[in-house]
């Protein structure tokens, strides 16, 4: 039972990181209907911001420290947000009126030229993300062991999400990401002006995955330009089993995806993980092909 | 005029593109002339297990200099073509068959990991072109043909030296064991950890695999914390192996982790850091070796790269040495003629021990066990074949 709970843990950790990458891939499609492939590479991006800021930032706040971690996840999701903008600027706007695909082929080509820019400024060799939290002992509770960085974790994917969530529902922007979600050409006519919208939704999909990309590097520290990959093609399929273009829908992707990975791998074979829990994916996705959350929202963002 | 604009950055980018892979790769160029002796080296220069290969190149090209500040080989001065294989699956074979047939090198250097050895070694067994690995040490890599050679010892030799550590050290009778299913590497040495623990009478209580380039090792070890072993046997790469121990040590426990010579990284402790504290692994070359030919390799090393070595570029240099040996003593660069001169390697003295090359084309030779102790690696014994 101890050892269950633990599991479940570890993978409600994972899965909210998972989750937070998930809520970028949704939003984009959510306005423009495409995947942006090169989604995970700005988690990378996120990741190494906040390997190159740390040393600056300790200089005039001694590091690790609450208030310097805060500034360096500001500064880190602000730098990132211009990046996702640029990005979509340069690659994406100029395809806008092309066939879906021509945009998709790109993302994936600007995805490349992320993982290979990376490895020739950055260096191909793993490195050490730097201390930025503190730390407090691991606390037993019923046995289990639960550390600092796994709560801090669970604790700013809620707040991002809750954000997000006022963003959406609650602001001007929101509400025209959400007209331009349901009919672009229909906004336009409104005056919704859709260039604004969407730079502000691959601004905002950019801020919040380099969030994750440095609570990721805070959990497993050890940042390498190739670290997207991976958790980049999960949180892509986290987003299309809650139903792609539903943000609670990528949230619970995420959890759900992190869980399931977590006990596939902790009870039955890590070495089938993966082929296991996209086993599942396939039998909801064949149950509810729209995902798990996919219609009965009505926002669509 | 928006369309232009859009086509202008369009193309920047892609003009980018091809600048940057176009600085990365490292291309030599056929050379015609018949002055120079051609050897080729494939590494992970990039990718996951770049540390390994840039260490390994470092030491390649230190031995090439110095071979060539001597006079060279046979009258000729060594060229060294290196080609990067990007740390992944198929591509040792695309840059070697690359580096045999069109830049036309007489002699292979490569690979630090077993499974891309494996990759190139049927390749070059059938060019017949001798291929010398620095430090696989999987045993199925010399197996592939009379070719190939190491100048590294093996898995059940690496794999039984820390068995008799865990059991007659660590005093341990109960182990886990946390393998990397993707590399014959860690298969290999699980396999012998295992036979020659069970043999002395331990009990394996708990066998958790994962993937090189995973990076949340929580569910294993939460598995493994379950079984509560004295010991854990983690023949991983460093890649993993910093984290593994960090979650390890959050997940609380508190025993030692036993590794291999995958361990060997400048980046192992800066990751791991505390967490590894009494940690132990074996490996190919201790640095507090005093003997002559260990401190002058020593200290040319830390003079051209500003850095300690490592244990993977003395394995570099030596494979690099042991070919130039057997090429001086077949006195030619002929396949068959270096392949029986390297085969005939008998006490070679190298900066990673006296290396007498056997009849299984492996080196014999010992092995050193490291611990890490206040953030630094001590030496704590050397083990003999």
Avoid at chain 1, 192 to 204: C, K
Avoid at chain 2, 94 to 119: C, F, H, N, P, Q
Wanted: glycine share 10%.
């Amino acid at each position: 039972m101890t050892e269950l709970l633990q599991q479940l843990i570890n993978g409600l950790a994972l899965g909210s990181i998972l989750a937070l990458i998930a809520l970028g891939y949704t939003m984009v499609y959510g306005i423009l209907r495409f995947i942006n492939f090169a989604h995970g590479d700005v988690f990378m991006l996120g990741a190494f911001a906040g390997f190159y800021l740390a040393p600056k930032i300790a200089t005039f706040v001694p590091l690790p420290s609450v208030a310097g971690a805060l500034i360096i996840f500001g500064l880190s999701m602000v730098i990132c947000a211009a990046l996702g903008v640029l990005i979509e600027r340069l690659a994406y706007k100029p395809l806008r009126k092309r066939p879906k695909l021509t945009v998709l082929i790109t993302a994936i080509g600007v995805s490349l030229f992320l993982e290979y820019a990376g490895q020739f400024f950055f260096g191909a060799a793993n490195k050490k993300f730097p201390d930025i939290l503190p730390t407090w002992p691991v606390t037993k509770v019923l046995g289990l062991s639960v550390n600092s960085n796994q709560l801090i974790v669970l604790a700013v994917t809620l707040l991002l999400l809750l954000g997000l969530r006022f963003i959406v529902m609650k602001t001007r922007m929101g509400r025209a990401m959400r007209a331009v979600s349901f009919n672009p050409e229909a906004a336009a006519l409104m005056g919704v002006n859709t260039d604004i919208v969407i730079s502000f939704t691959f601004a905002l999909g950019s801020a919040l995955a380099a969030a994750a990309g440095i609570l990721y590097a805070i959990n497993y520290p050890s940042i390498d330009p190739l670290m997207g990959i991976m958790p980049g093609l999960k949180a892509f399929v986290a987003a299309v089993l809650g139903g792609i273009g539903n943000l609670p829908g990528a949230a619970l992707g995420g959890i759900i995806i992190g869980v399931t990975e977590t006990l596939v791998s902790g009870y039955i074979s890590s070495t089938y993980r993966d082929a296991i829990a996209f086993a599942i994916l396939i039998v909801i996705l064949l149950v509810k092909p729209s995902g798990l959350l996919g219609k009965k929202e009505v926002e669509k963002v | 005029m928006n369309i232009w604009r859009g086509h202008f950055f369009s193309l920047a980018f892609v003009a980018a593109g091809c600048l940057l892979t176009g600085c990365n790769k490292s291309s030599p160029g056929p050379n015609a002339g018949g002055d120079v002796i051609k050897v080729g080296e494939y590494g992970s220069l990039t990718g996951s297990e770049a540390s390994f290969g840039q260490s390994t190149h470092k030491g390649i090209q230190q031995a090439v200099d110095e071979i060539n500040a001597a006079g060279g080989v046979l009258g000729k001065k060594i060229e060294l073509h290196t080609e990067d294989d990007q740390s992944q699956a198929g591509q040792a074979a695309t840059v070697v068959r690359k580096l045999i047939s069109s830049d036309g090198v007489v002699a292979l250097l490569g690979e630090v990991a077993s499974s891309r050895s494996l990759e190139a070694a049927p390749i070059c067994q059938q060019s017949g072109i001798p291929m010398i690995s620095p430090s696989s040490t999987n045993p199925k890599v010399t197996e592939v043909g009379d070719y190939i050679f190491r100048v590294c010892f093996i898995d059940p030799f690496q794999g039984t030296v820390m068995a008799n550590f865990a059991t007659k050290t660590v005093q341990a009778h109960t182990a886990a064991v946390l393998t990397d299913v993707k590399s014959d590497y860690s298969l290999g040495l699980a396999k012998f950890f295992k036979e020659q623990f069970l043999a002395s009478g331990g009990k394996i209580v708990d066998e958790e695999k994962y993937s090189g380039g995973d990076k949340d090792f929580n569910a294993q070890l939460t598995a493994i914390k379950a079984a509560s072993p004295e010991v854990v046997f983690v023949p991983g790469y460093y890649t993993e192996v910093g984290l593994i121990a960090l979650q390890a040590r959050q997940l609380g426990i508190n025993v030692p982790l036993l590794g291999g010579d995958g361990w060997e990284s400048p980046t192992l402790i800066p990751v791991g850091g505390k967490a590894l504290e009494g940690d132990s692994f074996s490996t190919h070359f201790s640095a507090d070796n005093t003997s002559p030919e260990v401190q002058a390799y020593l200290t040319t090393y830390k003079k051209r790269y500003n850095e300690t070595s490592d244990a993977m570029a003395p394995l570099g240099y030596d494979a690099m040495m042991i070919l130039a040996d057997a090429i001086k003593r077949a006195g030619t660069t002929d396949g068959a003629k270096v392949r029986d001169a390297l085969a005939a390697t008998k006490d070679f003295k190298g900066v990673t021990g006296n290396i007498t090359i056997d009849p299984n084309r492996n080196a014999s030779k010992s092995a050193v066990i490291l611990t890490i102790t206040n953030g630094a690696i001590k030496y704590i014994q050397t083990v003999a074949p």
